[in-house]
């Protein structure tokens, strides 16, 4: 079995660590140069705020709705990552760094993985403060896939696990298979030509 672990919109909860008043407020991150938001809490997805969008487009919306804005602190996240990346070699037989805030999890002979998937989640929020979610299935992308149900949806306390025919078929049925590995949109492509970094 792999796990897939992923930290909730990372580069603002990195922010929020060091500034627990930015908690429960809408809270953006921007790009090299500050030219694109990169990184959106879950208030400001509310407000309509979009992935990579070009700053200037909603600079209106920040006024508006009093939204904090952050420069990248790629030293800081980098070390959030570091920190996590250390608690998670601790915890499993191997880790495959994803991404900054990713990585596959080799659950190979774990008993019960629910157990270890609730203490992994809750090892990495007590280490770093950080919220994360964990999903867990056979494959790599099915993995993936859990780990969306695992953030999206609050029964879940932030492991899912995909480990029967039933549950495989449930999950595929329920999601666009555009949302697993990240848009590739014209728009977001186009985004990226112009220079902004974008993470997916």
Do not use: H
């Not at 595929?172 to 990240?182: F, H, M, N, P, T």
Request: glycine residues 8%; aromatic residues 8%; charged residues 25%.
């Amino acid at each position: 079995m792999y796990g897939l672990i992923d930290c909730n919109n990372f580069y603002v909860s990195c922010e929020r660590v060091f500034n627990p008043s930015l908690n429960g407020k809408p809270v953006v991150v921007l790009s090299n140069n500050d030219g694109c938001v990169v990184s959106r809490s879950e208030e400001a997805k509310a407000l309509g705020i979009k992935m990579a969008v070009p700053f200037y487009q909603v600079q209106k919306e920040v006024t508006k709705y009093d939204i904090k804005v952050f420069s990248s602190n790629y030293a800081l996240y980098g070390d959030m990552s570091s920190r996590i990346m250390a608690i998670l070699a601790e915890s499993v037989p191997d880790i495959e760094v994803y991404s900054i805030d990713e990585a596959f999890l080799d659950l190979s002979g774990i008993p019960d993985l629910m157990a270890l998937g609730t203490d992994i989640v809750r090892k990495v929020m007590k280490g770093t403060g950080i919220p994360v979610g964990l999903g867990i299935a056979p494959t790599k992308t099915l993995a993936k896939i859990a780990n969306r149900y695992a953030k999206k949806y609050a029964g879940y306390n932030r492991v899912c696990i995909i480990d029967t025919e039933e549950k495989r078929i449930k999950a595929l049925q329920k999601l666009d298979i555009g949302d697993v590995w990240g848009d590739r949109s014209p728009a977001k492509t186009e985004v990226k030509r112009s220079g902004c970094i974008i993470r997916l």
